[in-house]
């Protein structure tokens, strides 16, 4: 198990977290958009939260500014924060609008907002999990889309709480954060998404 737990921690990355949600999303209202509006929010997604992070990551390391893709170093994250919070506002501006994808946009809204938590607990020397930070709001869209949906799935429900518990687990396995610190990764990353869950619930 102790070899397994660490696996997590890439597969449920920060940086995947907006796919999982937009799969989820697009499952969820299947019937509302069409297989080529999928593909096309799908690979909006994909460039804007995966490639472009990953190729400015690899900017960041080759100048030596970051060296390991989870960040270890507080000072090390401000970059690749402020850098996440353009482009959650270029997704809820340009792509991901309110008018069409209500529920969606809320949630790159929280995220945004946990973003920027994360990045003002960096300029205070705060280290707060963003593992935890990520696949808690995951959770709570997860759970607030079946609510609004009324899909009365409990396995979704029980999936993503098992996760979020999985990853805490696993970034204490790998010595990368403290309890403290996945509890504070975990209120940044649900308070936000709780509290814009209010506008579209």
């Not at 960040?71 to 609008?97: A, M, N």
């Not at 403290?178 to 509890?183: A, I, M, Q, R």
Request: glycine content about 4%; hydrophobic content about 55%; overall charge positive.
């Amino acid at each position: 198990m102790k070899k397994i737990l660490p696996l997590f921690s890439y597969i449920l990355h920060p940086i995947f977290i907006s796919v999982y949600a937009t799969l989820f999303y697009l499952y969820c209202k299947e019937d509302i958009f069409t297989n080529r509006e999928k593909y096309y929010v799908l690979f909006q997604i994909l460039i804007i939260t995966v490639l472009v992070p990953i190729l400015f990551f690899l900017l960041l390391r080759s100048t030596g500014h970051i060296k390991s893709v989870m960040v270890p170093e507080t000072s090390q994250r401000r970059i690749p924060l402020i850098l996440q919070c353009f482009l959650y506002i270029l997704l809820v501006k340009r792509s991901i609008i309110i008018t069409r994808y209500p529920e969606l946009h809320f949630f790159f809204l929280g995220a945004l907002f946990s973003t920027i938590v994360a990045l003002v607990l960096s300029l205070f020397k705060i280290k707060a999990s963003l593992h935890m930070l990520a696949i808690s709001g995951l959770t709570v869209f997860i759970i607030g889309l079946n609510i609004h949906l009324q899909m009365q799935n409990p396995f979704w429900t029980a999936l993503v709480v098992v996760l979020t518990g999985v990853v805490a687990s696993s970034r204490l396995e790998m010595g990368a954060h403290t309890s403290t610190e996945l509890l504070i990764g975990l209120l940044a990353g649900t308070l936000p998404q709780i509290l814009f869950l209010f506008l579209w619930l």
